[in-house]
Antibody, heavy 123, light 108 residues
Framework: EVQLLESGGGLVQPGGSLRLSCAASGFDFSGYAMNWVRQAPGKGLEWVSA????????YYADSVKGRFTISRDNSKNTLFLQMHSLRADDTAVYYC????????????????WGQGTMVTVSS | EIVMTQSPATLSVSPGERATLSCRASQSVGSNLAWYQQKPGQAPRLLIYGASTRATGIPARFSGSGSGTEFTLTISSLQSEDFAVYYC??????????FGGGTKVEIK
């Protein structure tokens, strides 16, 4: 079964840091670009970041550029999101998401989502 | 950045009735449009990709249509499990991929 399992969320003070992980199983992780998408409480979906299958390319939403870093360890089938300088408006459920097509880069729907991990930024 | 606008924000429908949800893009996205369903406390689930192709395991009562800037998701006969929030997403021009604000389908 194809699965994504996020972890690492929690309560952090403004200006703090947090590292999210997404453990993948049931598919050839190294062949897929991966994404992070977030959802603030009661709000819609916001794409955060993407990384290519071999980690050679990364993209970020303007709202997180310079503060967040996406990375992956294909040997451990794990995706990461390192978050620094956290702000109250970063409070959200963070989902990792897998595209439909092996080898696709960007222009593809998100076929599989994890259950999400909650990040709360508050003093 | 392409802005996706969904309407209506809330749709009240009786079980067994037809629901029609709209999504408009601020510029053409071709057929690179997806629809997702999200229930409370759950992750989004892919329903439709390529504007009109149902994802694996999605019932035939869900159908998508449109291209360019105007898209529609139709649920032909609403079942109790279909009451949820629906999002459209364009993945034609990225980064960023962008989502609409969502349409909540509620029981009338």
């Amino acid at each position: 079964e194809v699965q994504l399992l996020e972890s690492g969320g929690g309560l952090v003070q403004p200006g703090g840091s947090l590292r999210l992980s997404c453990a993948a199983s049931g598919f050839d992780f190294s062949g897929y670009a991966m994404n992070w998408v977030r959802q603030a409480p009661g709000k819609g979906l916001e794409w955060v970041s993407a990384i290519s299958s071999a980690a050679g390319s990364t993209y970020y939403a303007d709202s997180v550029k310079g503060r967040f870093t996406i990375s992956r360890d294909n040997s451990k089938n794990t995706l990461f999101l390192q978050m620094h300088s956290l702000r109250a408006d970063d409070t959200a459920v963070y989902y990792c998401a897998k595209p439909r097509i092996w080898g696709s880069w960007g222009s593809d729907a998100f076929a599989i989502w994890g259950q999400g991990t909650m990040v709360t930024v508050s003093s | 950045e392409i802005v996706m606008t969904q309407s209506p924000a809330t749709l009240s429908v009786s079980p067994g009735e037809r629901a029609t949800l709209s999504c408009r893009a601020s510029q053409s996205v071709g057929s690179n449009l997806a629809w997702y369903q999200q229930k409370p406390g759950q992750a989004p689930r892919l329903l439709i990709y390529g504007a009109s192709t149902r994802a694996t395991g999605i019932p035939a009562r869900f159908s998508g249509s449109g291209s360019g800037t105007e898209f529609t998701l139709t649920i032909s006969s609403l079942q109790s499990e279909d009451f949820a929030v629906y999002y459209c997403q364009q993945y034609n021009n990225w980064p960023p991929v962008t989502f609409g604000g969502g349409t909540k389908v509620e029981i009338k």
